[in-house]
């Protein structure tokens, strides 16, 4: 969840960083990343699209990726929720799912 609003300037810095007055965020090589952006600690968002984010914690909600719900047995890709796990080729010729309220395991390859 983003607590806090920025608005980056349509610009690309020729040297060095753009830093926001204030703020903890700059723009360096393009990428949006946080002041203490390291190995360990901090973000980094890349115009490719690509994100990073270290320690991450993540609270509520579902992380998937092409799957619309836990019951897509449609499209490919993965889904996690709090229904449990599941990933699965387009049409669920190859999967994995686990539904955590009835405990049940499914592992289906062709």
Not at 76 to 86: H, K, L
């Amino acid at each position: 969840m983003i607590t806090e609003q920025y608005t980056i300037p349509n610009i690309e810095p020729s040297s060095g960083a753009l830093t926001e007055q204030g703020g903890n965020s700059i723009v360096s090589g393009g990428n949006l990343e946080s002041l203490v952006f390291s190995d360990t600690s901090g973000y980094q968002l890349r115009p490719n699209g690509d994100a990073i984010f270290r320690n991450l914690t993540l609270t509520g909600g579902k992380l998937n990726y092409q799957k619309t719900s836990f019951t897509d047995s449609t499209n490919a890709g993965y889904y996690i929720g709090n229904e449990g796990i599941y990933f699965g080729s387009a049409s669920d010729s190859k999967a994995i799912k686990f539904k955590i309220s009835v405990n049940f395991f499914l592992y289906d390859s062709l």
